[in-house]
């Protein structure tokens, strides 16, 4: 009885955490703000979901299964919500309005409102270089001056 009740209450706030991630994903200002609730909603909103199922169907090979797929949800939505916001970010995504720091390029609302942002010759916003160009120059173009200058604050 005590642990139907759990697991239904886990699987609430399983369900609640995913749907309050949905609302974010509709609501929120820019593509940051949303990458970043529905990475921790559906980290954790199936973690208590796929608790829960544990705790209806309790068995050793359910109890293996649902740490195994809680352990990569864990470890893959934050790394995968990551990537496709530093994705966003390097295509010129742009940022909310009320955003007063930009992490990457410095003050936000500098320049054109994306200080740093990927310049198209390839090289990462930390300094490394691509393939096709980067911080010391651009052999195919010539450019000597590369992108130093364009980092300093």
């Keep these: 009885m ?7 209450a886990l699987l609430l706030l399983g369900t609640a955490l995913i749907a309050i991630g949905a609302v974010g994903l509709i609501r929120l200002p ?12 559906a980290g954790l909103g199936l ?17 293996v299964v649902v740490l195994v797929a809680i352990g990569l ?19 010129g995504a742009p940022l909310a309005p ?4 930009d992490e990457l390029g410095g003050r936000a609302g500098e320049s054109d409102g994306r200080a740093g942002a990927d310049d198209g010759r390839g090289g990462d916003d930390d300094g ?25 604050r």
Excluded: H
């Excluded at 208590?48 to 090979?61: A, E, I, K, N, T």
């Excluded at 490394?128 to 300093?152: C, I, K, N, V």
């Design 98 to 101: 009320i955003t007063r720091y």
């Design 30 to 41: 820019d593509v940051y703000n949303r990458m970043n609730a529905v990475a921790k909603a």
């Design 73 to 91: 949800q864990l470890f893959t939505a934050p790394v995968g919500g990551y990537a496709l916001a530093r994705a966003a970010y390097r295509a």
């Design 2 to 8: 005590i642990r139907t009740v759990a697991a239904y």
């Design 47 to 63: 973690s208590l979901v796929l608790l829960g199922v544990l705790l209806l169907v309790p068995s050793v090979r359910t109890a």
């Design 128 to 152: 490394r270089t691509g393939a096709g160009g980067g911080r010391d120059g651009d052999a195919a173009t010539g450019d000597d001056a590369g992108r130093s200058g364009e980092r300093q």
